[in-house]
C-alpha cells in the first residue's frame, strides 16, 4: 500500500511538473509602430496579428500596438527595441541603416525577389538564420512579420522623360532607394509618411516614394501629385518585421515563442493576399481622377539597374555582413531564374 501510494505521488508530481511547464504564460507589451494602423496591409497587418495572438493564447499574450510617435518616434523603433526602451516594435526594415547597413536588402532588395520568392528564400534558403545573426550584437530577435505586392515608384510632380530629368529632382526615398536616387543626381532626404503629403503639396518634395496604390490613396498624394510611376524597381517585396528585445524574447517560453513565430508567419500570407486583393481597382480609381499612370521606360530602368549594382557592390566592399546575405540573396534568384522563367506565363501574355 505504501508503495503504490508513492508511486501515485510521484506521478502526481510529474503530471503537475509537466502541465506547469505548458502553462500559458501572460505577456504584456507595448508594441509601436512604424506606419499608422488605417494603412491597408501595410500599417494593418500587426494588429491583425496581435488580435490573432490573443485568441491561440486564450487572451495570455497581448501585444498591444502603439500608432506612429505615441510611444516612440515613427522611425525610432530599431533604437527602442535595442535598448530595451520596449519589448518590440513593428517596422519595415531599412530605418536602420547607418546602424545596421545589411537591413536595407532585408526591408527591400532593388530589382531583388518579389514577396513569394523572398519568402521562399528566407524560410527554406537560409535566410532567416542571417536575419538573427545579424541583429544579435545589437540586442534584437527580429521576426519576419508582412510583406506585400511591389510598391509603386512614386509621384512625380512633373513628367520623368529621361535619367537626366532625375537630376536636382528634390525626392523621398528610403534605405537603398535612396542612395540609387543620389547616384543618379536626385536631392534624397527620408521623411516619415505622415509629413509626406505636406512636403509635396509645398514643394519641399519634388516628388515621392511611399507604398502601395491603396496606402498611396489614403495618403493622398493624388491631389498634388499628377504623374504616377511603376513598377516599384527599388521594392520588388517589402518587408516589416516584429522586433524583439532579445532579452525580453530568451525570457518567453518555448510555447510563446512558437505562437509568435507562426501568427507572424500568418502574418507574411494574410498582409501579401490583401495587398494584392485591392490595387487594380485603386490604379482605375487614380485613373478616373486625373492622375496619369507611368510604366518607366527600358532606359529608364536600364539606369535604375546600372545604379542599383554600382550602389549595391560599394555597400559589399564597405560591410561584410552585407555581402554575405546580399550573395545568399542573388545566388537563391539566380537559382530560381530559369524556373520562373519556364514555369510562369509570361507577363507579356494575355
Known amino acids: 500500500m505504501k508503495v503504490a501510494l508513492k508511486s501515485l505521488t510521484v506521478a502526481c508530481a510529474i503530471g503537475l511538473t509537466s502541465a506547469s511547464s505548458f502553462a500559458q504564460e501572460t505577456v504584456r507589451w507595448g508594441v509601436p509602430m512604424a506606419f499608422g494602423s488605417n494603412l491597408t496591409a501595410l500599417g494593418d497587418t500587426m494588429p491583425w496579428v496581435s488580435e490573432q495572438l490573443k485568441k491561440v493564447s486564450g487572451g495570455s499574450v497581448n501585444l498591444q500596438v502603439f500608432e506612429p510617435g505615441k510611444l516612440v518616434p515613427a522611425l525610432g523603433i530599431f533604437d527602442a527595441v535595442s535598448t530595451g526602451k520596449v519589448e518590440a516594435g513593428y517596422s519595415f526594415m531599412g530605418y536602420e541603416l547607418g546602424k545596421v547597413p545589411v537591413s536595407a536588402i532585408f526591408g527591400a532588395l532593388p530589382f531583388g525577389m518579389e514577396t513569394p520568392q523572398f519568402s521562399a528564400w528566407m524560410y527554406f534558403g537560409g535566410g532567416d538564420a542571417l536575419l538573427k545573426e545579424a541583429f544579435k550584437p545589437h540586442n534584437v530577435y527580429p521576426i519576419y512579420c508582412g510583406s506585400i505586392s511591389p510598391e509603386a515608384a512614386g509621384w512625380f510632380r512633373k513628367e520623368i522623360k529621361s535619367p537626366d530629368d532625375l537630376k536636382g529632382l528634390k525626392f523621398r526615398a528610403a534605405a537603398l532607394g535612396g542612395k540609387i536616387y543620389q547616384k543618379l543626381g536626385?536631392?534624397?532626404?527620408?521623411?516619415?509618411?505622415?509629413?509626406?503629403?505636406?512636403?509635396?503639396?509645398?514643394?519641399?518634395?519634388?516628388?515621392?516614394?511611399?507604398?502601395?496604390?491603396?496606402?498611396?490613396?489614403?495618403?493622398?498624394?493624388?491631389?498634388?501629385?499628377?504623374?504616377?510611376?511603376?513598377?516599384?524597381?527599388?521594392?520588388?517585396?517589402?518587408?516589416?518585421?516584429?522586433?524583439?528585445?532579445?532579452?525580453?524574447?530568451?525570457?518567453?517560453?518555448?510555447?510563446?515563442?512558437a505562437q509568435i513565430e507562426t501568427t507572424c508567419a500568418a502574418g507574411v500570407i494574410m498582409a501579401l493576399s490583401k495587398a494584392e486583393a485591392l490595387q487594380g481597382e485603386m490604379l482605375a480609381k487614380f485613373k478616373k481622377e486625373g492622375v496619369t499612370l507611368h510604366q518607366f521606360s527600358k532606359p529608364m530602368l536600364d539606369a535604375f539597374a546600372k545604379a542599383s549594382r554600382e550602389v549595391l557592390a560599394e555597400e559589399s566592399a564597405k560591410d561584410a555582413t552585407f555581402k554575405k546575405v546580399y550573395d545568399s540573396m542573388s545566388a537563391f534568384q539566380n537559382k530560381n531564374r530559369e524556373w520562373h522563367d519556364f514555369g510562369y506565363l509570361p507577363r507579356s501574355y494575355k
Open 186 to 257: 536626385a536631392s534624397v532626404t527620408m521623411l516619415p509618411g505622415g509629413e509626406l503629403f505636406q512636403a509635396l503639396e509645398k514643394g519641399v518634395l519634388d516628388a515621392t516614394e511611399f507604398s502601395l496604390p491603396t496606402v498611396d490613396d489614403q495618403l493622398g498624394f493624388d491631389k498634388v501629385a499628377k504623374h504616377y510611376y511603376l513598377p516599384g524597381w527599388h521594392q520588388p517585396s517589402t518587408n516589416q518585421y516584429l522586433y524583439v528585445n532579445l532579452a525580453a524574447w530568451g525570457k518567453l517560453k518555448p510555447q510563446t515563442q
